[in-house]
């Protein structure tokens, strides 16, 4: 392990290769619940657990079953399991403990176990930390970091958006461009900012 991979990881997922506006993965929940900072918050939040703790199980998955049995072909469908089972147990917290944003996630919170941007991170770790059957050094360190810092990347897409989107309330927008039609153009202007990033190199 060293530093400099960890300032890699984090620079390319949290703005570099953003999982939402480089990667376009997760855009139903983006445009969905960024209306407020509030709910786009907790549920930056809820997918930033997600994808912390399924990056760590399925990376032992990977490791000690998938791989030595040669079973890599049941990686998608083990993997989303997991994030199912995640999901499963935040929906249940904060249909406990916040009601008032369980009804304003609707069918959004549910819909973060086929949320490709989760599975995306586990993908990638499979794919970027295990070569010749062999995982790297720290590979469980670097996936983990990897998975909380993709959720880093989402909640600040998620923030950036809901600031935008908050203020355009106090502004004059023609009806027919009003929520999503506006979203989308917010989210596109986002993304060729973002891609600004790309001129780092490592």
Known sequence: MNATQFLVIFISNVFIYNVILSRFLGLCSFIAISKETRPALAMSFAV???TTMSSMITWAIYRFLLEPFGMTYLRTISFILVIAAFVQLVEMVVRKFAPHLYRIFGIYLPLI????AVLGVAVLNSEMFFGAKTPVLASFVYSSF???CVGLG???AMLLMSA????LESCSVPKAMKDF????????????AFMGFNGFRF
């Open 154 to 156: 989402y909640m600040l």
């Open 164 to 167: 935008i989107r908050e203020r």
């Open 48 to 50: 930033l657990f997600v």
């Open 181 to 192: 039609p506006i979203g989308f153009i917010i989210a596109s202007i986002m993304s060729m």
């Open 146 to 148: 990897q998975g909380f």
């Open 113 to 116: 176990t086929c949320n490709c």
